[in-house]
C-alpha cells in the first residue's frame, strides 16, 4: 500500500461483513460519507466483473475496457503489490470502480468521475509530458500524491452543496474495491472462515496486518 496516498478469483468469500469492510475504508479516509451512499452495500453484494485483460471482459456502462483498465492502474498506484500482498490491479479493482460508479452514483457525480479520467491524463501530461498510461511507476505516484494533496485541502474548504473531488471518489472506491476482494480480505489483511478456535487473547505483533471481520 502507498503509505502517502492512503494516511479489495474476484468474488468475496462467504461469511465477509462487506458493511465493516466498507466502515473500515470510511475509517482509513477519515470517516466521511461515500459518494453512493447506502446503495454500495447492496451493489458491493454481486458478483465482480472480470479484469479487463479477461476474455470476458466487456464495457461497463460508460467505461470502456480501456477505461477500466486506466482505472485499473490508478487504483495499483494507490495499492500497489508489497511483500504481503498483490495489489489493486491483481483483485480487478478497475472494473469494480466502474460498476460501482455505473450503479451507484447520480448522473452529476457520474459526469465528474468520468471527467476525471481526462483530468487525471491531462495532468500526467503538464507535470511528466506523458499520458498516465505511458508514465512510469514513480511518475504516477508523484502525480497522484499531488492530486491527494488538492483534493484533500478542496475536501477541507468545500460547503455541503459542492461536489466531491474526483480524486477522493477513485480513491475511496480503490479502496473498497481492493479491500472487498478476496485478496485484499485474505492477503492484505488476515481472514478465518468460521468457525473457528476460541482465543480470548492473541499476542500483537507490532506493524502486524489487521483482521478481517466476518459477518
Known sequence: MSDSLTSVPDVLPAGIARR????????????????????LLSACSG?????????????????????????????????PT???????????????????????????????????????????????????????????????ETLDKEQYEYQRSKTREEPTHYFRMMKELAMLGFFTSEIGYTQAMRYKETPGEYQPCVPYVKGETSWASHA
Not at 465528474?112 to 511518475?139: K, N, P, V, W, Y
Open 20 to 39: 465493516e469492510a466498507i466502515k473500515r475504508v470510511g475509517v482509513l479516509l477519515g470517516g466521511v460519507a461515500f459518494v453512493g451512499g447506502s446503495s
Open 47 to 79: 458478483d465482480r466483473p472480470p479484469p479487463p485483460d479477461a476474455p470476458t471482459a466487456k464495457p461497463i456502462g460508460d467505461f470502456s475496457v480501456d477505461d477500466q483498465r486506466f482505472l485499473d492502474e490508478v487504483a495499483d498506484t494507490i495499492l
Open 82 to 144: 508489497t511483500a504481503k500482498s498483490p495489489g489493486a490491479k491483481a483483485a480487478a479493482t478497475g472494473p469494480f470502480m466502474a460498476l460501482m460508479v455505473t450503479d451507484t452514483y447520480t448522473p452529476e457525480d457520474r459526469t465528474i468521475f468520468r471527467t476525471g479520467l481526462r483530468s487525471i491524463d491531462d495532468a500526467c501530461r503538464s507535470m511528466h509530458s506523458t499520458g498516465f498510461m505511458q508514465a512510469t511507476a514513480e511518475q504516477r505516484l508523484a502525480l497522484l
